[in-house]
């Protein structure tokens, strides 16, 4: 586990998870990943090469999400053994200097409303090398990323130690009870399946720019499903929607908070 402050006593306040990738984060850490570790010099071009042709063809919709998220992250799994975790992390710093501000600006809203009165807490199958560097940036008091195994000689072996993506209700129960909160007043918001049992666990979940799956969980569930495209704000509940634009982002999030009321 990952965190980026530390606390001495249990920490009463409610939870607010996030999911990073395609929620806050407009592109996918990993996917940001690969072009600078081959500027460094980390991945051969064969690589790069390999990873933009996946992800033209998950842009050219050829390819689902799923696939093309399994294929970037295999792709990545393999190529990152025997790599020194030195280099992954300058490669990190990279994307983070790079890429900081390229957020969407609704969950940009909702973060900065909930750091004064809950612990923000981001939850992503992205490496440590990255949101160690961006989630104290984005104000999270707490992270939770995919750890890798590294060898005594410095080199990532392959294995993962730890992948909270796989289930981040647990994370979150883990989170409860190691630094403290509670789940009353809780919230969370992803944008994939994976992120159902996180958001299963919170009183006031919140889907955006949600996959299929999620899409029709949050649906049959009756949570507000959130589109943020170009500068127009949808927020869509229980068959009726509302528009706002970006410059409204504010009234975007309060209007979906009243919804729990």
Request: proline fraction near 3%; charge should be negative; charged fraction near 25%.
């Amino acid at each position: 586990m990952v965190h980026t402050t530390t606390i001495t006593v249990p920490d009463t306040r409610p939870i607010a998870a996030f999911d990073c990738d395609g929620t806050l984060s407009r592109k996918q850490l990993l996917g940001l990943l690969y072009p600078e570790c081959y500027e460094i010099g980390m991945f051969p071009k064969w690589v790069y090469d390999e990873f933009e042709r996946i992800d033209l063809e998950h842009r050219d919709r050829k390819i689902s999400f799923d696939e093309f998220d399994r294929l970037t992250v295999g792709l990545f799994a393999q190529n990152i053994i025997g790599k020194r975790q030195e280099d992954l992390e300058r490669a990190g710093k990279m994307v983070f200097e790079k890429h900081r501000d390229w957020l969407y600006i609704f969950t940009r809203t909702l973060l900065a409303k909930f750091r004064a009165t809950h612990q923000c807490v981001a939850i992503t199958g992205s490496v440590r090398e990255v949101i160690s560097h961006v989630a104290p940036y984005w104000g999270f008091d707490h992270s939770y990323a995919t750890v890798l195994e590294v060898g005594e000689d410095g080199c990532y072996t392959g294995r993962d130690k730890y992948v909270p993506v796989l289930n981040k209700q647990a994370a979150i129960q883990a989170h409860l009870a190691e630094i403290g909160g509670t789940l009353s007043g809780s919230l969370a918001i992803g944008d994939t399946v994976a992120d159902i049992k996180m958001l299963q666990a919170v009183e006031r979940p919140i889907a955006f720019n949600p996959n299929t799956a999620l899409a029709e969980v949050a649906e049959q569930m009756e949570w507000p499903i959130v589109d943020e495209r170009k500068d127009c704000i949808k927020v869509l509940n229980r068959g009726r929607y509302k528009i706002f634009s970006s410059a409204q982002a504010e009234a975007a999030v309060e209007y979906v908070l009243s919804l729990y009321v």
